[in-house]
């Protein structure tokens, strides 16, 4: 794939480009960056065309400016877009990415072919309660971080993923992830019941692993249940990143859906 710095931005994307293929997006989950989809990207580079981002504060997209923040990141994949020259894309998010895939669509629904969601949920409809419940773990997940990525990495890995391949996987990414990004995903509370779900000119599939959280699975459900059209999927033997788990039948039920 081909490295680029977006022009007076802080991201830095990369880029596979395949002749009369359709665009596809790929949107990672919080601490690692782009490299969690590299069994995805593999498989489709010679059908499609693939941006796969590193979202503010991730991986090479690091070097950014005080007022800079996470809720800027669909602004930065439209302008990525027309640098790319894609009119249309495929959206694919993975737990923080699948909230950023979302807020894409919300805010340029006309530039979305299929949104595809994974371990998040309905950030149209959340119930704020739901949250709650997890906030204490989530509280003590980030003191260690602030002590020690080290130390945040070994916790986050056994929750992030199911698999020990993948779990190690996720630890080595998550140990470039450094203390000062965490102040960039303040902002993303404010892309959180903003906006009202209408008919949707695209198709919609959410899903996460059986051995997610309890809440993960519980928001999948009531996320199916509010949006009747959307396909849902639940994949055996995978926990929050289900693509790095299970990365065969992750590129199956995509490639289904695509076509």
Same mark, same amino acid.
């Given at each position: ?5 977006l022009?007076d931005s802080?991201?830095?994307?990369n880029?596979?480009?395949c002749e009369?293929g359709?665009?596809v997006? @790929? ?9 969690m ?10 059908s499609y ?5 590193d979202?503010? +504060?991730h +991986?090479?997209?690091?070097d950014a400016?005080r007022a ?5 990141m669909? @602004?930065?994949i439209?302008?990525?877009?027309e640098?790319?020259?894609a009119?249309k894309?495929?959206v694919? +998010?993975v737990?923080?990415g ?9 805010k340029y629904p ?7 969601c ?8 959340f119930?704020?309660?739901?949250q709650k419940?997890?906030?204490?773990s ?6 260690k +971080?602030?002590?020690?990525v080290?130390w ?8 992030s993923a199911y698999? #020990?391949?993948?779990q190690?996987e996720?630890?080595?990414m998550n140990l470039?992830f450094?203390k000062?990004s ?7 509370g404010?892309?959180?019941?903003k906006?009202?779900t209408?008919e949707?000119g ?5 899903g996460c692993? #059986?051995?997610?959280i309890?809440?993960e699975l519980?928001a ?5 249940e509010? #949006? ?5 999927v639940?994949?055996e033997?995978a926990g929050h990143?289900?693509?790095m788990?299970v990365p065969?039948?992750f ?5 289904e @859906?695509w076509k």
């Open positions: 794939m081909e490295k680029i710095r022009e802080p991201i830095v994307y880029v596979s480009r009369g359709d665009w997006l @790929f949107l990672h989950a919080a601490f690692v960056h782009h490299g989809f590299a069994q995805q990207i593999e498989y489709f580079a010679d065309n693939i941006i796969a981002v979202m503010l +504060g +991986g090479d997209s690091t400016k800079d923040s996470i809720d800027k669909s @602004f930065w439209k302008r990525i877009m640098r790319e020259n009119q894309i495929h694919v +998010g737990s923080l699948a909230v950023i895939a979302q807020d894409f669509a919300n006309d530039n979305v072919s299929s949104l595809a994974f371990g998040g949920y309905d950030i149209n409809n119930d704020m309660e739901m419940s997890n906030s204490s989530q509280m003590g997940m980030m003191l +971080g602030m002590i020690s080290k945040f990495a070994k916790a986050n890995k056994k929750i698999t #020990e391949r993948a190690e996720f630890y080595k470039s450094e000062k965490f102040m960039y995903l303040a902002s993303l404010s892309m959180v019941n906006h009202k209408g949707r695209y198709p919609l599939l959410i692993g #059986e051995h997610d309890p809440m519980e999948v459900r009531m996320w199916a509010s #949006e009747k059209n959307c396909r849902t639940v994949f033997g990143c289900v693509n788990d065969d039948r590129n199956k039920v995509m490639e @859906f």
